[in-house]
């Protein structure tokens, strides 16, 4: 079973496989927003929905606590465009 977590410490939302992390998205903060930079799912995990779930709990945590998100990454420009 997948689990996901919101790691603000790493800056990023991860998806574990047990203590095997098979997924991020990764941000920084960009005069107070956060700017969604890199969205990676290991290949083996593929086509799952675990990226778009990743992208959508950065987001969510952001709106949560009233942070502006900025889309870099093609992926999160695909899924909050």
């Known amino acids: ?7 603000p410490e790493l800056h990023r939302s991860a998806a574990y496989d047990g203590s ?6 990764d941000y920084v903060d960009r005069n107070g ?3 969604i930079t890199h969205t990676e799912v290991d290949p083996a995990w593929g ?3 675990i ?6 709990m950065v ?3 952001a709106e949560n606590q009233d942070i502006p998100v900025i889309p870099v990454c093609s ?3 695909h899924v909050l465009g």
């Open 75 to 77: 992926y999160a420009v």
């Open 20 to 25: 095997s992390c098979i997924g991020e998205c």
């Open 33 to 35: 927003a956060w700017a």
């Open 47 to 49: 086509g799952q929905g």
């Open 51 to 56: 990226a778009r779930q990743l992208v959508m």
């Open 1 to 7: 079973m997948i689990e996901y977590r919101f790691e």
């Open 59 to 61: 987001a969510q945590e």
